[in-house]
């Protein structure tokens, strides 16, 4: 099923044309996400939502009775969810606005029918 929603670009439902996540509107292998340390409090948010298992909490080096997220990039397909996740906006995918990350995930629940 999953191949086949990435491959249909958009669909009418309820009588809106819904756009689909697919290869040409969402990162796939590259970019990978990135950690702005000065925000990141370590809350592990990210870690568990990661399906990808490339997110860690770690010892802030800075702060050593601080925690902070450790990245493991060949890990990391960059799907986003870590930085739908982050309250601090503190991880993200270079060149995947919040907005572009919203917009997706409405579509998505617009789609399987949890959003009105």
Known sequence: MWSTWRRNAAEKIGGHTVHFINETTFPRKEPKAAIRKELCDGCALCVEVCPGHC????????RPNARIIRLTPELCSGC???QGACPKEAIFIPGLSTADLRRYVNQA?????VCP
């Open 109 to 113: 629940l617009e789609m399987c029918g």
């Open 80 to 82: 986003g969810a870590c």
């Open 55 to 62: 997110l860690e909490v770690a010892v802030n080096p800075r």
